[in-house]
């Protein structure tokens, strides 16, 4: 029986570059650093049925800075006017911090590949950070292809399947991107547009896009943008907060399947 025990990937970022238009073609468009960090649901729920089935969770990213939340994954609108569900939430990530060292994740280089063996499974939470600095790191992707030659369950949501695409620079020359012609949901395009819509500025690069381009099959929609799932082999990933609960509950499920 495998360990139980899941490694949980976190960005070190804290914003994210958006691009705003000057409005003149003779002047240069400004970058404003719009803050950002792991969104509270993404990670939360999932989290929260990892330990509920008796698994061990480790944090890592690439550096070991301390992980900070989205300010807007924080605010009540963000759960619907629901306090309680908030405060949970929030407490959850009080006790890693207090009790798992979630303000001192391990970096990335820390973990052998005989130490990557003892881990059942990976999961990787989105918010906008991990675009800034998940999907060209050489060691993730060394990490990431590790799961994925053992077939380990592997669950990612929202942003955070950016990492995806670090398999491609895994300390290899013309490396191969491992989940070439998975079916992968993820933040889509059109979602993104929204956004960039709301804070008056371009955000790169767009996730959906640079899935497809590596090769994945992208699967995007209405039922998608409500909350389906897709699961594809050893992955499962989810488009944005409302994917968070079935992610979680078909990623306790994948790894008992494993086990």
């Known amino acids: 029986m495998p360990d139980k025990k899941i490694l949980i990937v976190v960005s070190d970022a804290d914003s994210i570059v958006v691009t705003k238009s000057s409005g003149s073609s003779t002047s240069t468009n400004q970058q404003v650093q719009q803050p950002t960090g792991f969104f509270l649901m993404e990670l939360a729920k999932p989290l929260s049925q990892i330990l509920e089935a008796g698994y061990e969770v480790t944090f890592a990213s690439p550096n070991g800075q301390r992980p900070v939340p989205d300010p807007n994954s924080e605010s009540l609108m963000a759960f619907a006017g629901n306090f309680y569900e908030r405060q949970r939430e929030k407490d959850l990530i009080q006790r890693m911090k207090r009790e798992n060292g979630f303000n001192s994740p391990r970096q990335f280089k820390s973990f052998s590949n005989y130490e990557l063996d003892s881990f059942a499974g990976i999961f990787i939470p989105g ?17 990431l292809k590790h799961f ?37 949901t993820s933040f889509s395009d059109a979602e993104e547009k929204a956004v960039e819509t709301m804070l008056g500025g371009e955000i790169n690069p767009k996730l959906e896009s640079a899935l497809a381009h590596a090769g994945a099959v992208m699967v995007e929609g209405a039922r998608e943008k409500v909350g389906y799932i897709t699961v594809d082999k050893e992955v499962v ?4 907060p409302l994917a968070a609960q079935d992610l979680g509950r078909q990623f306790v499920g994948m790894l008992a399947g494993a086990a």
Do not use: M, Q
């Open 127 to 143: 918010g906008h950070a991990p675009l800034r600095d998940l999907s060209n790191d050489p060691e993730l992707g060394r990490i």
């Open 148 to 184: 994925h030659s053992k077939g380990k369950p592997t669950a990612a949501i929202c942003h955070g399947l950016i990492a995806f695409l670090s398999t491609r620079c895994a300390w290899e020359v013309g490396g191969e991107f491992a989940y070439k012609g998975y079916k992968l």
């Open 237 to 240: 990933s989810g488009g944005n």
